[in-house]
């Protein structure tokens, strides 16, 4: 499934199981286009630098507000104890956790959830990844975090799991999983685009949380089984 964005981006990162090196993308490159409301630091500069100034235009213009709130965790959740069990993450990371089908239900082991505030020091010790026995309640964990958290849409976890997901407004950098085919209208006769997917418009964000949770990438599973394969055969000799 998507236990981190590993699995998923190795998925749709298009890298061949036998290629020499592979660099697993960024938790950026998954965002939905119009779920993007500012400048960020750039996904592929960890020294703070910014997109370009028409690339944050084209951002604005695409950002869709109530989508956004939608997904926003709420303050009434963010004030419980239980809210410290959030699995955190920022546009610059490169892993999640298991998305299963509670995301956004349950808090604990369910997904993670994204920060889209700006990435101080402050915020990267706070949501930082550390060991299950180093981890000591704060009460004030929450404080800078709150209004910069939300869930991830249905579609940005479908592409952590692999999926080539159809969108005209996505924020993919991945050309294998292209979102319209440039060969039209011989797309059928192309062997350079995959197939798409998409929800139907009517699926709400909870059905599509479900579906996600409870399904298999074929493509992920049979590269896992490909490598377990090898490994066994290299201990077998």
């Known amino acids: ?80 104890s239980a809210a410290w069990c959030f699995d955190i993450v920022t546009p610059l990371d490169r892993r999640s956790a298991c998305f299963t089908h509670g995301y956004g239900q349950f808090v604990r082991g369910t997904g993670s959830v994204l920060y889209t505030g700006d990435i101080t020091a402050d915020v990267q010790r706070k949501v930082g990844l550390v060991d299950p026995e180093q981890r000591r309640f704060d009460p004030e964990w929450s404080a800078g975090l709150e209004g910069n958290l939300r869930y991830f849409s249905g579609s940005e976890i479908a592409r ?28 059928k006769k192309c062997t350079s685009c995959t197939r798409q997917f998409r929800f139907p418009p009517s699926t709400s964000s909870k059905k599509q949380y479900q579906l996600l949770g409870n399904s298999l990438n074929v493509r992920v599973a049979s590269r896992i089984s490909a490598l377990g394969l090898f490994l066994f055969m290299i201990l077998d000799d």
Not at 3 to 22: L, Q, R, T
Request: aromatic share 6%.
């Open 160 to 187: 952590l799991m692999g999926f080539p997901v159809y969108s005209t407004d996505d924020n993919l950098q991945d050309t294998t999983n292209c979102n319209a085919c440039t060969c039209a209208p011989e797309h």
């Open 1 to 80: 499934s998507g236990a981190d964005a590993g699995s998923g981006a190795d998925a749709g990162s298009g890298a061949d199981a036998g290629s020499e090196s592979f660099s697993t993308p960024q938790i950026g490159t998954y965002l939905d286009a119009d779920l993007i409301r500012q400048t960020k630091p750039s996904l592929d500069n960890h020294d703070g630098g910014t997109n370009d100034t028409g690339s944050n235009s084209v951002q604005q213009s695409l950002f869709n507000h109530d989508k956004f709130q939608a997904l926003q965790i709420p303050s009434t959740l963010l004030n419980k």
